[in-house]
């Protein structure tokens, strides 16, 4: 296939909504500084979170441009090696909170980052890219061998599943993004072309170890019991308070720095609840337009994925539209109440910076891999 002019929506779409964060984090960051000098005796600086969140914005765009520039051919052979690195990383930071050590940066029972100085890496991160790699090149490799439905494809396949879902769920206590690594592995099964009784076989076993890291975790099933209205706790205080922030809001929202719940009463206002925050600061037609956004964002994606003739690099796109989907659709609705709350960031728009850099990452690479899509959708070309 030759290359062609790549999807620029899926640029704007990024920049607008990196922006876009960048101009909120802008208006409650000052809030957010007051609340922890006043709580723990910090000193930090009234524009703090808005400079570090311009500097995660710069990087991640710069990211961005090396993804799209960097041809996938070259980003494919160090595939296997991202994979390693992520569950490698994942295991040292397990063995440095076993041992105490102040490089694992653990918050709320939960050690999900390495602490390194003033800087902080979440190693879930790079598993997520590294497993979207590493998959795309092993299904369509054995596609092509025709060994998909084969234990040669399923071994490496559970192995490398289990182990991610294992890191992340069980040992870092992060049920939010094992949600994003299952959409991540059952949206690339599916396009992969294993025999559907296969892929709802891994779909049974992936709800039933969900059930059971839910139940066998306390906090986890406080969750679903607040949720279910049978229990008070934290968690009920805060999408209360999320609620509260959105229903304030209106349809026009209060304005820029005008926010009352990002002053204190929303716990991570510019984290997890930032679009609890924007509900109250832009109002209903501001959140449509940012929701409006993410779908475009991610029809685009869609389309993409849709119309690569090329397996892998369909699977690769997929695994991105999956990853992106997860997290968008699981902050949004945990925020609104639809589903129990779960600690998972709004892509571009969270402040941080691990997240961010490879969610630009992701899609820098996904805009490179649109300059290869075909005349006709995938359907299409496999029925002639």
């Not at 090396?66 to 991202?82: D, G």
Request: with cysteine.
């Amino acid at each position: 296939m030759r290359k062609h002019k790549s999807d620029r929506w899926i640029g704007v779409l990024t920049i607008a909504l990196l922006v876009v964060g960048l101009v909120v984090i802008y208006a409650i960051g000052p809030m957010r500084v007051n609340v922890l000098n006043a709580a723990y005796g910090s000193n930090y600086g009234e524009n703090y979170f808005f400079i570090h969140q311009l500097i995660n914005v710069i990087l991640s765009l710069a990211v961005f441009v090396v993804a799209f520039k960097m041809p996938y051919k070259t980003i494919r052979k160090f595939s296997k090696l991202i994979m390693l690195l992520g569950l490698v990383a994942s295991a040292v930071l397990a063995v440095l909170a076993m041992v105490g050590s102040g490089m694992a940066k653990c918050e709320l029972g939960a050690c999900r980052w390495f602490s390194l100085g003033s800087l902080s890496f979440q190693p879930a991160e790079l598993l997520k890219i590294g497993l979207v790699l590493y998959l795309a090149g092993l299904m369509a490799e054995r596609k092509k061998e025709g060994r998909i439905n084969t234990m040669d494809f399923f071994w490496p396949f559970a192995v490398i599943s289990g182990l991610s879902l294992l890191f992340v769920v069980v040992v870092q206590k992060d049920l939010g993004t094992g949600v994003s690594l299952v959409a991540i592995i059952l949206a690339m099964l599916w396009m992969s072309g294993v025999k559907w009784q296969y892929f709802w076989l891994t779909v049974v076993v992936a709800g039933v170890l969900g059930v059971v890291s839910i139940i066998s975790s306390p906090h986890r099933m406080e969750r679903i019991m607040t949720y279910s209205g049978e229990e008070n706790s934290d968690d009920n205080y805060h999408i209360e308070n999320a609620m509260i922030a959105i229903g304030t809001g209106g349809l026009f929202g209060v304005g820029i720095g005008n926010s009352v719940q990002a002053t204190g009463y929303l716990p991570e206002s510019i984290n997890d609840s930032v679009f609890a925050v924007m509900g109250e600061t832009f109002g209903f037609a501001g959140l449509t337009v940012i929701v409006v956004g993410f779908a475009a964002l991610l029809m685009r994606l869609l389309k993409t994925a849709n119309y690569l003739e090329d397996d892998e690099e369909a699977l690769v796109v997929v695994g991105i539209f999956a990853w992106m989907m997860a997290h968008i659709g699981v902050n949004i609705m945990a925020m609104t109440d639809i589903i129990p709350l779960t600690g998972i960031t709004l892509p571009l728009l969270s402040y941080g910076g691990t997240s961010m850099l490879f969610t630009a990452a992701a899609l820098g690479l996904a805009m490179q891999l649109s300059c290869y899509t075909g005349r006709e959708p995938r359907e299409e070309r496999s029925e002639s």
